[in-house]
Every structure is written in structure tokens, then in C-alpha cells.
């Protein structure tokens, strides 16, 4: 099975100038917890992605003005992109290698196209396979301990 079998096409994005009032409802109206940020709607090429978790932790939580506070002040910057023609099992391996819980398909130019989440994984992947990924996903990170988790290599 292929990463395009099981991604989530042409999913709700947003730029780095939209305000987290607008992030907030489309992720209601999509039913999602987090959103690829683009650089722009032409190219579509992602500069981060922006969680539910982002909002509540680096914005509610810090008192911030919600109206006027926008994706760029609490995104996180980076994000982690997969070709749709490459292996789920790759896919599973990247996300155990970056600790994420979501990866985002891009085309060859760059430009955005789908998403792969755990969720996504669960129809897509072996028990196994799914059960390895999910417990090397949620392994502590260097945020949570001071200490960098171990990269294994991706195979392939």
C-alpha cells in the first residue's frame, strides 16, 4: 500500500497570517485537530502545521489575544513531508523517526496534497506495524526529557 491510498487529499490548510479564531473553526468544520500551514494558496508549499494542542498551549494558556493573535506567533515551524508514491511502511518509519503524529504528502514541486495521520494508520498498516508506530510515536521527546531520542534509519 502506498502513502496516497491512505492520506487525507486536499486537506483544510491555512497560511501564517490567518488568526487562530478562523484556525479554530476549520478545525470544527473539518473535524481536526491540527492544519498544514502554507507559505501561500498558489504554491501551497507547507512552512509548518498548527495543532489544536498549539492554541490552547501557546495561546489560551498564555493569556494571548485570540482575535488578534495570529498562526506565525504559535505554529510550530516545522513539518515532516512524504512523497504519495512512497511505501506506508515508510511512512510509518518516518513518523517513529521524527516522533510525529502526522505527516504531511507533498507533490514534486512541493506543493501540499494530503496528510497521514495516526488515525490514517490504523486501516492502512499491519496490528504490528501499527502497534510498533504508535508506541515509538509516543515515546518521550527531547521536549519532554532534555534528552534526544535515538533516530533509527530509514530503510528503503
Not at 8 to 33: F, N, Q, Y
Not at 37 to 58: A, F, M, Q, S
Not at 129 to 138: C, F, G, V, Y
Amino acid at each position: 500500500m502506498l502513502v496516497r491510498d491512505a492520506m487525507t487529499r486536499d486537506p483544510a490548510s491555512c497560511t501564517p497570517e490567518t488568526s487562530l479564531v478562523e484556525v479554530a473553526r476549520l478545525m470544527v468544520a473539518h473535524d481536526c485537530g491540527a492544519l498544514p500551514v502554507i507559505r501561500d494558496e498558489r504554491e501551497r508549499k507547507p512552512v509548518g502545521v498548527i495543532t489544536d494542542r498549539d492554541l490552547v498551549v501557546r495561546a489560551v494558556a498564555e493569556d494571548s489575544d485570540v482575535r488578534a493573535t495570529t498562526v506565525n506567533q504559535v505554529m510550530s515551524n516545522s513539518c515532516v513531508t512524504i512523497a504519495p508514491d512512497a511505501p506506508i511502511e515508510e511512512c510509518c518509519r518516518v513518523m517513529e523517526a521524527y516522533q510525529v503524529r502526522r505527516i504531511l504528502v507533498v507533490d514534486e514541486h512541493g506543493g501540499l496534497i494530503g496528510i497521514v495521520a495516526q488515525a490514517d494508520l490504523a486501516s492502512a498498516a499491519s496490528d504490528e506495524d501499527l502497534a510498533t508506530t504508535i508506541k515509538e510515536i509516543s515515546q518521550p521527546s527531547f521536549a519532554t526529557t532534555g534528552a534526544l531520542a535515538p533516530l533509527r534509519p530509514i530503510e528503503g
